[in-house]
């Protein structure tokens, strides 16, 4: 969906609804981030459409359905093939769509088009994730553990936290330990780089994302009529994104 496309959908919006648009329209964009690097990985391999890179040993072989993951859901896809020349069934892995399938294919996008990004994961949704597994009798102490992480300062105290809510989570519930292990040392990328503990509040979660969107609906509900025909949607989309 376009600039203009987004504003036009969220003039006629309602209050209700923005976030809703908000939320399809980074979705999209993330899908065409994914699909652009995917076409240029195959390109790297056999060449531009028009222009095949022979003796490369590599040939395009179509596309087909798939699937990236994206906020931990299973989103569809429609990526590209290559297949080696010659081979029967010998269709390529591409590495791109391999980070898509098993992690965040946001991070697979800053990834490709970064280079070696620091990617910090949102401590608070990774805590409601690790909750969703456990018992209430458990949240407590879950709840205490991960406030010690957003008080910890540099890689060695983030690393000690994160081992002692590895150990909480040992023999309670496998889900929630997979949930813990499967974002790694993302977990604590701004304690790995040094940064004092005064930033963890704000940079140890999307909160700033967040208030962005929740800004926007707060004063796009005030609005009582659109005119699609002026830029009104564009100024009311700014003047809250400037004071988020």
């Not at 994961?121 to 407590?140: A, F, G, P, T």
């Amino acid at each position: 969906m376009s600039k203009c496309n987004v504003l036009l959908v969220l003039s006629q919006a309602s209050l209700s609804e923005v976030g809703e648009v908000l939320g399809d329209h980074m979705r999209n964009v993330v899908k065409e981030s994914l699909v652009t690097i995917m076409l240029e990985e195959a390109g790297s391999l056999c060449g531009g459409f028009h222009h095949p890179a022979k003796s490369s040993g590599y040939a395009r072989a179509g596309s087909a359905k798939g699937i990236f993951m994206l906020n931990e859901s299973k989103e569809p896809i429609i990526r590209p093939r290559v297949r080696r020349s010659g081979v029967p069934k010998g269709e390529v892995d591409l590495v791109s769509y391999k980070a898509g399938k098993s992690a965040d294919a946001l991070s697979s996008s800053v990834i490709g088009h970064f280079n070696n990004p620091i990617i910090q994961r949102c401590v608070i949704h990774k805590e409601r994730n690790i909750r969703s597994y456990l018992s209430k009798r458990h949240h407590s102490e879950l709840a205490t553990l991960f406030s010690l992480l957003r008080k910890a300062e540099g890689a060695e105290a983030g690393r000690e936290v994160v081992n002692d809510i590895r150990d909480f989570l040992k023999g309670k519930s496998k889900s929630a330990l997979e949930s813990l292990e499967e974002c790694g040392e993302d977990l604590i990328a701004l304690h790995t780089i040094g940064a004092p503990s005064t930033l963890n509040k704000t940079l140890l979660n999307t909160n700033c994302i967040e208030n962005a969107f929740n800004n926007v609906r707060r004063k796009t509900g005030r609005v009582k009529r659109w005119r699609p025909d002026t830029n009104q949607a564009e100024r009311w989309m700014g003047n809250p994104l400037r004071n988020a």
